[in-house]
Every structure is written in C-alpha cells, then in structure tokens.
C-alpha cells in the first residue's frame, strides 16, 4: 500500500463548478501539506502549503488538513478552463523529501 | 517561470549508456531535489544536496549518482541505462534552512528515453 493515495481521475468539470480534490495518506508522521500543479510538459507548482490541521484560504483555493482522519482536500471554487492540470498532493514529515500522490488530472470544459 | 533551469529538455539515448542532466536551482536557493517521475511510478524523491553536501537519499538506484558543484548547480548521473529509467527527471531547490518556510521549485524536467 502507497504511504499517499490520491485518485487519478480524470476529472472533468464544467467552467464554474466546484472542484474537490482529495488524498489519503497512512503515515502519522507527517505534518507539512502541500498541493502542486502540474500542466502538461511542466514541472509542478506549488499551489497551496499548510501545517497540520484545519483549513488554508488563498484565492479561489481552499486546503483543508484532517490529520485525525488522515485526509487532506483542495477546493477550486468557480473554477476555469486554465485549471485544468494535474493536481499533486505532497506531504512530508521531520524529513524535508517529499512523499507525494500520484496525482489527478483535472479538466474544466469551456 | 520558477527560476530552476534544467538541461537538455530531452534526451534519447540507448540501453547500457550513461547519461547526465543538469540543474541549476534558483538564484539563493542552496538546497537541490532530484525527481523521477514515471506513470507507473509518480513522483519519485532521489536525492537532495545542500550547500554542495548530500542532505538525504530516496529511491536512487546503485546506478545512479548525483552531485551538487560549488556554484551550487547540481547534475544526476545515469549509467548502464535500461528501459525502465525512461521518465521525467525534475529538479528542484529550495532555500532550505528552515522547515517551516521550506517550499520547493521546479524546473520543467528532462524527458529521458531509453530505447
């Protein structure tokens, strides 16, 4: 079993919609949450970064952290075409490398 | 753009050749990461170097080998290549003194082929 799962998708949205993007994980350890965007023949971008539990606005962006269910979530609101991406979630524990999902692939139709 | 350059973009090589990509991290950035990420596999952490020192180790094979120089651009060394190392090779960097504020930045990867 991966220490992160995340689903594949794809996903696919009409513009506007309500995006939610989840990743489970297995290992306690981990303290430091972050979600990347990755387009197409791109390195990924980091998106969203919160420390342990509760939940990080930043724009259209929402990350939430539930550390008692081991389930972290990113919420696009009003979401456009230009968010269509493969969406990482990566986490970490003490140790600085990053353990990450293996990503979803989002797209927004026009 | 994240400010993290990696050379070349593409490489296409044969089985049992060896190979290096190149990286420079972001000016200030001290700390390199090297990624492999496959379809199968995702993103991999290989190998992470500091101030030129190597800082932890992933899943790097025996067969591979990194370095990071003293103008703090680092370089992944590929060799006696097989098929299955066909991927996408990210580096990224980071200021990385403290935890807290570490956020790492990547480049846009080379795509390595091994035919």
């Known amino acids: 079993q991966k220490e992160v799962e995340q689903d594949p998708g794809p996903l696919s949205v009409p513009e506007g919609a309500i995006v939610s993007l989840n990743c489970t994980y297995s290992?306690?350890?981990?303290?430091?949450f972050m979600w990347y965007r990755q387009y197409s023949r791109k390195g990924p971008e980091l998106l969203m970064y919160?420390?342990?539990?509760g939940n990080k606005e930043d724009g259209r962006f929402t990350a939430q952290v539930d550390k008692s269910s081991k389930y972290i979530s990113l919420f696009i609101r009003d979401s456009q075409p230009s968010d269509s991406a493969t969406y990482l979630c990566?986490?970490?524990?003490?140790?600085?490398?990053?353990?990450f999902g293996s990503g979803t692939q989002l797209t927004v139709l026009p | 753009d994240s400010g993290v350059t990696q050379t070349p973009k593409h490489l296409i090589t044969a089985t049992g050749q060896r190979v290096t990509l190149r990286c420079s991290p972001r000016?200030?950035?001290?700390?390199v990461y090297w990624y492999q990420q496959s379809l199968d596999q995702g993103l991999q952490f290989l190998i992470q170097?500091?101030?030129?020192?190597?800082?932890a180790k992933g899943n790097i094979l025996e067969r591979f080998s990194a370095q990071q120089f003293p103008d703090l651009h680092s370089e992944l060394n590929l060799s006696s290549l097989e098929l299955g190392d066909s991927a996408l090779y990210f580096c990224?960097?980071?200021?990385?003194?403290?935890?807290?504020?570490?956020?790492?930045?990547f480049g846009s990867g080379t795509q390595l082929s091994v035919l």
């Open positions: 990224a960097s980071s200021v990385d003194p403290h935890p807290t504020n570490e956020k790492l930045f």
């Open positions: 170097y500091y101030n030129g020192e190597e800082r």
């Open positions: 290992n306690s350890a981990f303290q430091y």
């Open positions: 990566a986490m970490r524990g003490s140790a600085r490398q990053l353990t």
């Open positions: 000016s200030g950035d001290l700390s």
């Open positions: 919160t420390y342990s539990s």
